[in-house]
């Protein structure tokens, strides 16, 4: 069972364009989470989604980002018009549909944006 | 709104020592609390959940515990090697909003000497 898988590992990006970044869930798992680490500072939320559905999106930005699971393939974060400030890791995670207090969430390798 | 701190954020041991990594959270309201290594330019991986109802979790060398009432978690890691070197986070899933956010402390940068 492959775990949670990101892509790309890498982005560079100049001033102005659109970063998307890509997560596949591990099997199985319809919740997925995207947090983003910004440097010397710790993970934050951002969004929950269910497949088709944003749970919780309280930790998202107002602006420029959005993020969406659709029903076939892999969950998208998008940002638009990128300024220096959203260079950092994101990362995605996905735990089963199970809930409750058992539920474990996976982390993938996160991809690392950096803005130019 | 849940707050997490870490005490110590550094620790540098020699290879062989026990050791306690600590947690603190605001908000009582939790699921459970799940602690995490992440090495340098990766992701986390997951070491242990404890579920709120539970006092403590073991696996191998490492043993969680959790004082939910008064907002607390402790690692222990026993006989301590090289290659636990890393940073470890400890993060608490909250009750409110949805139930399914965790929020991370800033972590324990961890260094086992040889």
């Known amino acids: 069972n492959a775990g949670v898988m990101q892509n790309p590992r890498h982005l560079v990006r100049r001033r102005g364009q659109e970063a998307r970044l890509r997560c596949s869930p591990m099997?199985?798992?319809?919740?997925v989470y995207w947090y983003r680490q910004l440097p010397e500072e710790g993970l934050k939320f951002m969004v929950y989604?269910?497949?088709?559905?944003?749970?919780?999106e309280s930790g998202m930005p107002k602006e420029r980002f959005s993020a969406e699971f659709p029903k076939e393939g892999p969950s998208i974060l998008r940002i638009q018009q990128v300024v220096r400030g959203d260079s950092a890791a994101y990362f995605c995670?996905?735990?089963?549909?199970?809930?409750?207090?058992?539920?474990?969430?996976?982390f993938g390798p996160g991809t690392r944006l950096l803005v130019l | 709104k849940q707050e997490v701190t870490q005490i110590p954020a550094a620790l540098s041991v020699p290879e062989g020592e026990n050791l306690v990594l600590n947690c603190s959270f605001t908000?009582?309201?939790?699921?459970?609390l799940q602690w995490f290594r992440q090495d340098p330019g990766k992701g986390l991986t997951s070491l242990l959940l404890?579920?709120?109802?539970?006092r403590e979790q073991t696996s191998g060398r490492l043993n969680a515990s959790l004082d939910k009432s008064s907002g607390r978690s402790t690692l222990y890691i026993a006989a301590s090697q090289p290659g636990d070197s890393a940073t470890y986070l400890c993060?608490?899933?909250?009750?409110?909003?949805?139930?399914?956010?965790?929020?991370f402390g800033t972590g324990t940068q961890l260094k086992v000497e040889l």
């Open positions: 989604l269910q497949k088709e559905n944003i749970i919780d």
């Open positions: 993060a608490p899933r909250e009750v409110t909003g949805g139930g399914n956010k965790l929020t």
């Open positions: 099997k199985g798992h319809s919740h």
């Open positions: 404890i579920q709120s109802s539970q």
């Open positions: 995670a996905s735990s089963p549909p199970s809930g409750g207090a058992t539920e474990t969430q996976y």
């Open positions: 908000d009582s309201a939790i699921y459970n």
